[in-house]
């Protein structure tokens, strides 16, 4: 069974910097393309930045320029560096990893706080 376990998040006054991590674990196949997501109270979930497995990369246009997103294959382990955060960025951060063998799935981790102080 796939786990999604996220580390990372916290407290942080504006302008200032947090990384997140998330491992994929439980499946044989290699993991395709992974992302972070958001969700701010009362907001729908959205999309922050996804990696696919050639490092190829997207982000929300609210985001570019301020984080990076990245991976270790060899770890099922991607990465999320924010820098110079607003508090619009406060939210519940989620983990996402995408399967295409044996078939196509997508697995969501538990979530992570990030707060950001003005």
């Known amino acids: 069974q796939v786990q999604l376990v996220e580390s990372g998040g916290g407290l942080v006054q504006a302008g200032g910097s947090l990384s997140l991590s998330c491992t994929a674990s439980g499946s044989f196949f290699r993991v395709n393309a992974m992302g972070w997501y958001r969700q701010a109270p009362g907001k729908q979930r959205e999309l922050v930045a996804t990696?696919?497995?050639?490092?190829?990369?997207n982000y929300a246009d609210s985001v570019k320029g301020r984080f990076t997103i990245s991976r270790d294959n060899a770890k099922n382990t991607v990465y999320l560096q924010m820098n110079s955060l607003k508090s619009e960025d406060t939210a519940v951060y989620y983990c996402?990893?995408?399967?295409?063998?044996?078939?196509?799935?997508?697995?969501w981790g538990q979530g992570t706080q990030v707060t950001v102080s003005s």
């Open positions: 990696i696919t497995s050639d490092y190829s990369t």
């Open positions: 996402n990893a995408q399967y295409i063998r044996p078939s196509i799935r997508v697995y």
